[in-house]
């Protein structure tokens, strides 16, 4: 079992930068995939970014790509997503997502992929 604690969220401009780390518990954080997820308000839950147990493979939603990386430091048991060139429409809250998987190089970008969430973190670029 892994717990799973979001920050970094906070108000941004449009056209700025941020960066959101997930830090994970447990001495096992290599054998998980790990992805973000984002809930705007009234909407679903959506993928953003997800990264292989070995950050060899990452996978984007288009709306982010090349805006947005993901990595991990397996070392220090943390997730991040650095999010640059922010738009209104990236406002939403942010989840961080973790799967158990025997294959280090998979990306998982479902929903129903992920049994273990984070609480989130508020992130919002005002116009």
């Known amino acids: 079992q892994v717990q799973l604690v979001e920050s970094g969220g906070e108000l941004v401009q449009a056209g700025g930068s941020l960066g959101l780390s997930c830090a994970a518990s447990g001495r096992t954080f290599s054998s998980y995939a790990m992805a973000w997820f984002r809930q705007a308000p009234g909407k679903e839950r959506d993928f953003v970014a997800a990264i292989s147990r070995s950050a060899g493979n990452t996978d984007y939603t288009d709306s982010v790509k090349g805006r947005f990386t993901i990595s991990r430091d397996n070392a220090k048991n943390t997730v991040y997503l650095q999010m640059s060139s922010l738009k209104p429409e990236d406002t939403a809250v942010y989840y961080c997502?973790?799967?158990?998987?025997?294959?280090?190089?998979?990306?998982?970008?479902?929903?129903?992929?992920?049994?273990?969430w984070g609480q989130g973190t508020q992130v919002t670029v005002s116009s």
């Open positions: 997502a973790a799967r158990n998987t025997g294959y280090s190089g998979y990306t998982f970008a479902r929903l129903q992929d992920y049994k273990y």
